[in-house]
């Protein structure tokens, strides 16, 4: 009996093919780019620049010389994984730092699984857990933006993010009211324009989700996980903050800080590593947008979007099996 081979996701159904769909989430990214640059000068290009050569450089490499395949580096999934482990780390970092994130995340994370389609975790997200636990220093110190100190940045300049302050300053005993009174936070206006402290790709919301919309008109990604997500975190948020505003912040703080814009529409939509049926991707987005509050609120990191999502990541082949959809032709007999 011959057996049927199924090829790795992402499965197009329409007129849109990997490489129109990678090509479009670059796109959609753009304004992010211009956004990290404007606050945090060319530094932020020299990281995207050292981050898209490296992960496009590796992954020729090992298609060449240990797989012997197909070369695959036009289809635009490598320069995604570039632009966004780019989009998860300082402006500061050093080069070679991110040449080991690329290594990281296109070598282990994407290739030893056998490329585009077979990786069980979000490369970029793998890339940068790995450089955050390897040099948490490095990767910890931030940038203030130019907008929140002078007209320059260098990088003697640096400073905790928003979820940084809140998180120190609860830990001290302080109430959010207090730290949000202070002259030094960023406050929402800041965090929505990208006038906040942060790795490239988490400062500016605005920016974020006018390449959201554009991925949706496109239909590159579907509603179904980033309203989970979203929705999930601000529900369960707004819980905590309803008990307990002095301890726990707003919704609208938790959407706006950090990296949960990145990570609704651009993260935890890759579609390798995220459920392919809608009930599995609701189900999938809730987790994850829970997972995230919970690791904010009562983890000892500040930010909880990466472990979220390579947490969910890991569910997803259960989520695939519990939500698998009805063959066609099926009949179900009921007992």
Known sequence: MNLLTVSGSPHVHDHQNVKSIMYGVVVAMIPAIF???????LDSARVIFISVSACLFFEWAIQ???????LTINDGSALVTGVLLAFNVPSNLPAWMIIVGALVSIGIAKMSFGGLGKNPFNPALIGRVFLLISFPVQM?????????????VTDAITGPTTLGILKEGLNAGKTVQELMANS??????NDMVGAQGGSLGEISAIALLIGAIYMLLRRIITWHIPVAYA?????FSGILWLVDPTRYIDPA???LAGGMILGVFFMATDMSSSPMSPKGQIVYGVGAGLLTIMIRVWGAY????SFAILIMNAFTPLINKAFKPRRFGEVIIKK
Do not use: C, N, R
Request: net charge positive.
């Open 35 to 41: 956004v990290s640059v404007y606050f945090f000068g």
């Open 64 to 70: 060449k010389y240990l797989l012997k395949g197909a």
């Open 140 to 152: 910890t110190s931030w940038p203030i933006p130019k907008a929140l100190f002078s007209s320059s």
């Open 184 to 189: 030094g936070f960023p406050g929402y206006v």
């Open 231 to 235: 929705g999930s975190a601000i529900i």
């Open 253 to 255: 703080m938790h959407m």
């Open 302 to 305: 500040p930010e909880g979007v």
